[in-house]
């Protein structure tokens, strides 16, 4: 049974970084795509960044472009985002997710999903 799991949630303030992980178990890793997913109070969850199964295709949301990096390590069936220059609106619940392709709307394409780790972003 697949089982995803996130860390490095946190409260930080604007301007701040922090990098969140992902572990998982039970799938073929190296065989996902893999990406985040973010969801905001009062809005809905949505895919904002992923990344292709050799770590060469990635994909970034507008709103994170530039700021967020996603990278992954095969080895370690780990998957990562450095979130630099942390915004108020970046406040919300990030979930790492195995999907079947990366790309603009991979947030449809979700096989398995973990529970999520929070990040709070105080101005």
């Known amino acids: 049974q697949a089982q995803i799991g996130e860390s490095g949630g946190d409260t930080v303030q604007a301007g701040g970084s922090l990098r969140l992980s992902c572990t998982t178990s039970?799938?073929?890793?190296?065989?996902?795509?893999m990406g985040w997913l973010r969801q905001v109070p009062g809005k809905e969850r949505e895919g904002i960044t992923c990344i292709g199964w050799k770590g060469r295709l990635t994909y970034y949301e507008d709103s994170v472009k530039g700021r967020f990096t996603i990278s992954r390590d095969n080895t370690k069936n780990t998957l990562f985002l450095q979130m630099d220059n942390l915004r108020p609106e970046d406040t919300g619940t990030y979930y790492c997710a195995a999907v079947r392709s990366c790309g603009k709307y991979f947030d449809g394409l979700v096989d398995f999903r973990g529970q999520g780790t929070q990040v709070t972003v105080s101005s």
């Open positions: 039970g799938l073929k890793f190296d065989e996902y795509a």
